[in-house]
């Protein structure tokens, strides 16, 4: 069976680099010699956890020249490896031979019979653990409270037995609790005591379960208690030492009293029969005999397990435990103050109900279920810019099938998820892939506002929270999209977010003219905004890199456009009337998805095929489609584009109507020269 699995999985990430590279007619041919089953993998994010390679795709997507296919990441990885698997080698063989040596070395000690306590400081002992360290440096974290439970008493008296030898030590190691439970059951056959004195036995054991069951009577916990998270810190804590502040004024408790609570203890760790109960451990802590304090216990002198994994020492669930911790911070007015100041240049200033109103809802028309649907003007933008990164995600990043209507009819699960990894791609970028902010819709009204600042109810009830990594950023935004596709503010919290993961010192610096505004009149996106979202800086133009004007008297004026190749493009109805120039970073993207500026309005083209964007070949005669979300539109619109050498004869059926080309196409020709569009029975947009 698993030989079945890795052979529909290799075929999978053979069918994924075809794909990737535009070999239609090669997978035809494989599809024909080796069909696919029910167990084929055809979607790319499946396929990437499978084979646990999300962190290499993300190392990759990263770089400035990022591999297509996860085939071509694999091998770029294993021949990087190449040096690092000899160093790695030479490690072993070094570890191996320190190993033997020691392994001869106890031996012979083992021989003498007993071990004087001044052997136990000395070095040669001491090496044991970063031996087998060094012989298997991928551990569980129950190889390493094992292994660390092997350290030896400073104060350890002479003893009529000796330690176990290097070899049965790195054995231990390798074999997890199997091979405890094995020294467990040797050691019940020998002289218990003496050894649980030494601290070789896991837990922090004074004396024998004999012993201690002479003392004072047996207590049985309730099975039905078990160790919450907090009771498992507080033991982490005080296994580590933290409660042992009152040690020097208060007076050392009687040794009887102390063998007392730690076989308390031991019972919560190791039963008669050598078996583990770890769960028990904090209940017993809590419940010991209130007689001895606990600060006046020995702790530092103890020999404890290290608790390195809580979860796994008390076995609560991973969904059960606190969520890491986030730096979240509740809306201030002077916060708010310096957002609107950027936003509308003016505290005095609100959003529109368009704004809103406006969120990320997606389209049920057939055929559409991927597009985001524009209630009134004013943030199409916004909503164009996000709607490209959704379809950047929906066709290139979580799906392999060839069927463009596969790709594009999509469930509501998987649009949500492309929402979600929209936004962290946005904003991430936004924060110079460094740190990102999520502004959250609390609700509730966080300050009361004073002075020249006027509310509306938007603001004042949000809180932000700031991550450091994409992962972090993915989680959350994954757990409120909701408030993004389905909210009532969904498309201003995009807003808020990307100005605060730039902060708005850095986007005035981007601007050419720092009193500059993300909104203009009658509520429409400013190109700052636009560029914001579409490359991480509100830069105010669309040419590559930068400009210098001569103001006169040696004096320069700068002017900032787009430093680097973009993901998404952008075409301009502006360019065609010579009003600015778009360059090559917005024309030419990495993908063929283009955010359209036309008539004071922002729509998406996109072409379902990557190669139109690497392969110049492509550009004879190809299809874009069209998506406008505040079009009403009801069904595909799909264009044909052909080159000025393809087309002579549409050339002169268009020349008789020219006054009358739809502005969409006069976008298309600021890329493609001279081109002839096609609307193939639809009827065009004017």
């Known amino acids: 069976?698993?030989?079945?699995?890795?052979?529909?999985?290799?075929?999978?990430?053979?069918?994924?680099?075809?794909?990737?590279?535009?070999?239609?007619?090669?997978?035809?041919?494989?599809?024909?010699?080796?069909?696919?089953?029910?167990?084929?993998?055809?979607?790319?994010?499946?396929?990437?956890?499978?084979?646990?390679?999300?962190?290499?795709?993300?190392?990759?997507?990263?770089?400035?020249?990022?591999?297509?296919?996860?085939?071509?990441?694999?091998?770029?990885?294993?021949?990087?490896?190449?040096?690092?698997?000899?160093?790695?080698?030479?490690?072993?063989?070094?570890?191996?031979?320190?190993?033997?040596?020691?392994?001869?070395?106890?031996?012979?000690?083992?021989?003498?019979?007993?071990?004087?306590?001044?052997?136990?400081?000395?070095?040669?002992?001491?090496?044991?653990?970063?031996?087998?360290?060094?012989?298997?440096?991928?551990?569980?974290?129950?190889?390493?409270?094992?292994?660390?439970?092997?350290?030896?008493?400073?104060?350890?008296?002479?003893?009529?037995?000796?330690?176990?030898?290097?070899?049965?030590?790195?054995?231990?190691?390798?074999?997890?609790?199997?091979?405890?439970?094995?020294?467990?059951?040797?050691?019940?056959?020998?002289?218990?005591?003496?050894?649980?004195?030494?601290?070789?036995?896991?837990?922090?054991?004074?004396?024998?379960?004999?012993?201690?069951?002479?003392?004072?009577?047996?207590?049985?916990?309730?099975?039905?208690?078990?160790?919450?998270?907090?009771?498992?810190?507080?033991?982490?804590?005080?296994?580590?030492?933290?409660?042992?502040?009152?040690?020097?004024?208060?007076?050392?408790?009687?040794?009887?009293?102390?063998?007392?609570?730690?076989?308390?203890?031991?019972?919560?760790?190791?039963?008669?029969?050598?078996?583990?109960?770890?769960?028990?451990?904090?209940?017993?802590?809590?419940?010991?005999?209130?007689?001895?304090?606990?600060?006046?216990?020995?702790?530092?002198?103890?020999?404890?397990?290290?608790i390195e994994n809580e979860e796994s020492l008390c076995n609560v669930p991973r969904t059960s435990m606190p969520e890491r911790s986030l730096d979240m911070t509740p809306m201030d007015q002077m916060t708010a103050t310096a957002l609107k100041e950027i936003i509308f240049g003016s505290p005095m200033a609100c959003f529109t109900e368009e704004w809103k109103q406006q969120n990320f809802t997606f389209s049920d028309a057939p055929g559409l279920k991927y597009g985001i649907v524009q209630n009134k003007g004013g943030p199409c933008g916004v909503l164009a810019a996000v709607q490209a990164f959704v379809l950047l995600n929906l066709l290139f990043e979580e799906s392999s099938s060839d069927s463009l209507d596969e790709r594009l009819e999509v469930s509501n699960v998987l649009r949500t998820k492309c929402l979600s990894r929209a936004l962290a791609d946005i904003l991430w970028r936004a924060g110079n892939m460094k740190r990102a902010a999520v502004a959250i819709n609390t609700g509730r009204s966080l300050f009361i506002p004073i002075g020249r600042y006027k509310t509306d109810g938007i603001l004042e009830m949000i809180t932000y929270v700031t991550v450091e990594t994409l992962d972090d950023l993915t989680l959350v935004l994954e757990k409120h999209v909701r408030q993004f596709e389905s909210g009532p503010f969904g498309c201003i919290l995009l807003t808020i977010s990307a100005i605060l993961s730039r902060t708005t010192a850095i986007i005035q610096s981007d601007m050419d003219v720092p009193n500059s505004t993300l909104i203009g009149a009658h509520g429409y996106c400013t190109q700052e905004l636009v560029n914001l979202l579409l490359c991480g800086r509100a830069v105010s133009n669309v040419f590559d890199d930068e400009m210098k004007l001569d103001s006169g008297n040696g004096n320069f004026t700068l002017l900032k456009g787009i430093k680097s190749r973009c993901n998404i493009g952008l075409l301009s109805l502006f360019e065609h009337y010579n009003i600015c120039k778009v360059g090559s970073h917005l024309k030419t993207p990495k993908f063929p998805i283009w955010v359209v500026c036309s008539e004071s309005h922002f729509s998406v083209l996109f072409c379902p095929s990557e190669d139109l964007a690497t392969n110049h070949s492509k550009e004879e005669e190809f299809d874009l489609y069209y998506y406008d979300g505040l079009a009403n539109q009801q069904e595909p619109i799909r264009l044909t584009v052909y080159s000025e050498s393809c087309a002579a004869e549409s050339a002169q059926r268009d020349n008789a109507d020219g006054d009358l080309i739809p502005p969409l196409e006069l976008c298309i020709r600021t890329k493609w020269r001279n081109a002839v569009v096609s609307w193939n029975d639809t009827d065009p947009i004017l």
């Open 1 to 306: 069976m698993m030989d079945k699995d890795v052979e529909e999985l290799s075929a999978s990430l053979v069918r994924e680099y075809l794909s990737r590279k535009g070999l239609k007619k090669t997978i035809a041919c494989m599809d024909e010699e080796l069909p696919r089953t029910n167990s084929s993998v055809n979607n790319r994010s499946d396929l990437r956890r499978i084979l646990h390679l999300e962190g290499l795709y993300k190392q990759n997507k990263a770089e400035e020249h990022p591999f297509k296919s996860m085939l071509e990441m694999i091998v770029k990885v294993r021949m990087s490896e190449g040096d690092k698997t000899k160093i790695r080698h030479h490690g072993e063989k070094e570890a191996q031979s320190m190993e033997q040596t020691m392994s001869i070395d106890m031996s012979v000690k083992s021989e003498l019979g007993c071990m004087e306590s001044p052997l136990y400081d000395s070095p040669r002992f001491s090496e044991i653990n970063s031996v087998s360290e060094l012989i298997k440096p991928s551990q569980t974290p129950s190889e390493k409270t094992l292994k660390k439970s092997f350290a030896v008493h400073p104060e350890s008296e002479r003893s009529e037995h000796c330690l176990p030898s290097s070899h049965d030590l790195i054995t231990v190691s390798k074999e997890g609790f199997l091979s405890e439970k094995n020294i467990l059951d040797t050691d019940s056959k020998k002289n218990r005591s003496s050894r649980i004195r030494r601290g070789i036995m896991t837990g922090p054991i004074a004396s024998s379960l004999q012993e201690s069951s002479r003392r004072r009577p047996a207590r049985k916990a309730p099975s039905s208690l078990t160790a919450t998270t907090e009771d498992c810190r507080e033991s982490a804590n005080w296994t580590n030492g933290l409660n042992t502040t009152n040690t020097k004024s208060n007076p050392p408790a009687s040794l009887e009293g102390e063998s007392s609570v730690l076989s308390n203890l031991n019972k919560g760790i190791i039963d008669h029969n050598g078996h583990e109960k770890m769960p028990e451990v904090k209940h017993r802590l809590k419940n010991s005999a209130p007689g001895p304090k606990l600060d006046g216990l020995h702790v530092l002198e103890m020999v404890l397990d290290d």
